[in-house]
């Protein structure tokens, strides 16, 4: 039953933060039911799990997540305003994964029948190595949309998305790095973060970019080393 949660998982993050263009969003948000890419987002997920459970046996349980998925969907975009919009994420996305570990339950019939099968171990490191990528950037983004960081780093040129493939890399690395049970790594990652940073900080004498870097930061390694440990948790217990 494990890996069946764990397969709808991937599919599930596959789905809302891969193959969802920021350009459908906008629409949906726009045009609330009446926008195409609501349709079109559900069938993805749809073909997603049929693809990587790939047992036929489970349609219904595909069918009963794929319709799930969109009343939810359709629920937040009809209730969602500026003010809500980042509670409205979270809940979304916690209901989304409740609904995975409810109805798997009632319609788990035993992994033998799949095809395309994985070790427990390998499709939870792929996972954890999936949503510390795209997935937690989205996150961080959500949050951080509480606050105008475009107004903070406006005279501070950088490389297109150069931020957001750092981050995705140290939390890759700091993942890594605690797995193989080297916490001193993560240590030394940090503070060379902190060196290149510092010269940043120093030219700005901005507090409130300082403050958002700080708390950038500790959130992107927080969330890696949180991962870390329910990875290596999740290990001992299997």
Known sequence: MILLILKLILAHLIGDFFLQP??????????KLKSIWLYVHIAIHLGLMILIVWD?????LILNIALI???IDAAKISFQN???KRLLFFVDQFLHFATLFV???LFFKGDYGFIL???????LLLICMVFLTVPTSIIMKTIFSKWNISKLTKDNESLKDAGKYIGVL??????IFIIVGHWEAVGFLITAKSVFRFGDLTASKERKLTEYILIGTLISFGIAILVSLLYLNFQAYV
């Open 22 to 31: 920021k350009k459908w969003v906008k629409h949906k948000e726009k045009k």
């Open 56 to 60: 036929l046996s489970y349609s219904s």
């Open 69 to 71: 998925h969109l009343i």
């Open 82 to 84: 500026k003010k809500n």
């Open 103 to 105: 109805l798997v339950p």
């Open 117 to 123: 099968s994985f070790s427990t171990n390998h499709l």
């Open 170 to 175: 140290e939390r890759i690395l700091v993942f």
